[in-house]
C-alpha cells in the first residue's frame, strides 16, 4: 500500500508560507504516493484546494495526521499537533530545536523520526534541497525592496528639469546568499553599492554584480560555509575600517546570521550615531537579535534620527515563490527516501543521516541531543567506561595544621 505524504495548515498566525504546491503534488504522486492535504491548506499563500489535481482535501487536521506517513511542514509543529501525529510518523521541515527544545522531547518520545531541512548538509549534492538559501535569497532580495521603500532618497540617479540627483550609496554586511540578493537588487534599483564578507573568498562574487568589496584585512573562512567567530582583535579591526563605510552610506543591510546561535553584533551604537539623519538599516539577522546593537527584533524602531527595521520572517512576505521554492526543496529531499511508493530510509546517506533530528525515540542530532539530555550522554562511539575502582584505605598522615595541607 503507498504511503501518504500530508500536509496540514500553519498553525503560526504570521506564516503565510505553505509545505505544498500544486506542481510538486503532481511531481509526488508521480513517484507512487498518495497525498492529503488539510482543507484550505494553501490559502494563504493562493495556491487554492481546487488547484491540487486529485489530491485528497482532509475536513480537519484531526484526521490529516491519522493519515499521514509522512508530514511536510514549514514550522516547527506545535505540542498540541505532535499529540496528533501517528507513533513513527515521519516529519520533515523547519524545526528549530533550539527554540522548542520541548516540541523535541516530545516527537523523541513518541518514536516519530524527524528531519530538520536547516541541518541538511551544505554539500553540491544537496544545493536542491537546500530551504535555508533558498529562502535566504527572497529575504535577501525583499530587503533591498524595503530598504528603498524606507529611504528618503532615490536610489538610482535621476536626470530631471531640476538638476542630476545622485544614486543611494548603499552597503550589504555579509555576503551569503541573502547578502549577494540584496547587493543584485539594490543594483538593479540603481544604487551605488558595497559588500562586506570576513570571508575572503566572497571578493569575486560581490564584484561579480558590480558591487565594490570592502576589505578590512579580517579573513575568518569557517566550516559549512560560515564564517568562524572573530577574534577581540578582529572585530576591533573590523569595526575601525566599517565605521567609515557605514557612516558613508544612506542605507546599510545586515544579513550576517547563523541558525541556532545569536546573530553578531557588527553595528555599534556609536556608529549609527554617526550616520546621516534619515539614513536606514535593514537589519535581516533579527531573529538572532540583530547584528545591530539597537535593533529591536520585530520593530522599527528610529534611533538618533536613523532607522532601523528588523522583520521577522521575511520569506513568508512573499508567498508564493518562497512555498514553490521551499516546496521543490522538500521534493528532491523526500525524493531521496521513497522508492515504488514506500518509504526507504538510507541511513548511510550523507544527506539523510546528517539532517535527522530524532529516530526510534532517541535525538540523534549530538548538539540538540547535550541541550536538551545534559552534557553526560554516552556517544555510540565511545568505549565503555573503566569499572569503578574499590575505596582503599587512607594511607596514615600527620594531622593536618590550620587548614594548610598541601602548602
Known amino acids: 500500500m503507498p504511503i501518504c505524504v500530508a500536509v496540514p495548515k500553519e498553525q503560526t498566525p504570521d506564516e503565510l508560507r505553505v509545505a505544498l504546491v500544486p506542481e510538486i503534488a503532481g511531481r509526488l504522486m508521480k513517484l507512487g504516493v498518495t497525498v492529503a492535504i488539510e482543507k484550505n491548506m494553501g490559502e494563504k499563500a493562493f495556491f487554492m484546494d481546487d488547484t491540487f489535481k486529485d489530491v485528497q482535501v482532509i475536513n480537519t487536521a484531526a484526521e490529516l495526521y491519522q493519515k499521514a506517513d509522512v508530514i511536510l511542514k514549514v514550522q516547527p509543529p506545535t505540542e498540541s499537533e505532535i499529540a496528533l501525529m501517528k507513533e513513527k510518523s515521519v516529519l520533515i521541515g523547519f524545526m528549530s530545536a533550539h527554540r522548542y527544545p520541548e516540541r523535541v522531547a516530545k516527537l523523541r518520545d513518541k518514536k516519530i523520526t524527524t528531519f530538520a531541512m536547516e541541518l541538511i548538509p551544505r554539500i553540491s549534492r544537496a ?3 537546500d530551504a535555508l538559501s533558498s529562502q535566504a535569497a527572497v529575504a535577501g532580495y525583499k530587503a533591498a525592496i524595503m530598504a ?20 543611494a550609496k548603499v552597503l550589504v554586511i555579509g555576503a551569503g546568499v541573502a547578502g549577494l540578493q540584496a547587493i543584485a537588487t539594490a ?11 570576513v570571508r575572503s573568498a ?4 560581490v564584484e561579480s554584480l558590480g558591487a565594490k568589496f570592502v576589505d578590512t584585512g579580517v579573513k575568518a573562512e569557517g566550516q559549512g560555509g560560515y564564517a568562524r567567530e572573530l577574534t577581540a582583535e578582529e ?12 557612516a558613508a552610506s ?4 545586515t544579513t550576517a546570521a547563523i541558525p541556532g546561535r545569536p546573530s553578531p553584533k557588527i553595528i555599534t551604537t556609536g556608529m549609527v550615531e554617526a550616520m546621516k539623519p534619515g539614513s536606514v538599516i535593514i537589519d535581516l539577522a533579527a531573529e538572532g537579535g540583530g547584528n545591530c546593537e539597537v535593533t529591536q527584533s520585530g520593530k522599527t524602531i528610529t534611533h538618533k534620527h536613523v532607522i532601523i527595521h528588523a522583520p521577522l520572517n521575511i520569506p513568508s512576505q512573499v508567498p508564493v515563490h518562497s ?24 541511513w548511510d546517506d550523507e544527506i539523510i543521516k546528517g539532517s535527522v533530528l530524532t529516530h526510534d525515540g532517541e535525538i540523534k542530532h549530538q548538539p540538540t541531543r547535550i541541550a536538551i539530555q545534559g552534557a553526560d550522554i554516552v556517544r555510540e562511539d565511545m568505549p565503555p567506561a573503566p569499572p569503578p575502582v574499590p575505596p582503599q584505605p587512607a594511607p596514615a598522615t600527620e594531622p593536618v595544621k590550620d587548614g594548610k595541607e598541601g602548602e
Open 202 to 205: 566572497t571578493k569575486e562574487q
Open 323 to 346: 512555498s514553490e521554492m521551499y516546496a521543490k526543496n522538500l521534493f528532491n529531499f523526500l525524493s531521496l527516501m521513497l522508492k515504488d511508493g514506500s518509504l526507504n530510509l538510507d
Open 187 to 197: 543594483r538593479r534599483l540603481g544604487a551605488i553599492v558595497e559588500g562586506y564578507d
Open 250 to 253: 544612506q542605507v546599510v543591510i
Open 235 to 246: 572585530k576591533q579591526q573590523q569595526q575601525m575600517v566599517l565605521a567609515k563605510h557605514i
Open 148 to 167: 528603498a521603500d524606507l529611504a528618503n532618497v532615490f536610489f538610482p540617479m535621476l536626470t530631471t528639469a531640476a538638476g542630476t540627483i545622485r544614486p
Open 127 to 129: 544545493q536542491s534541497m
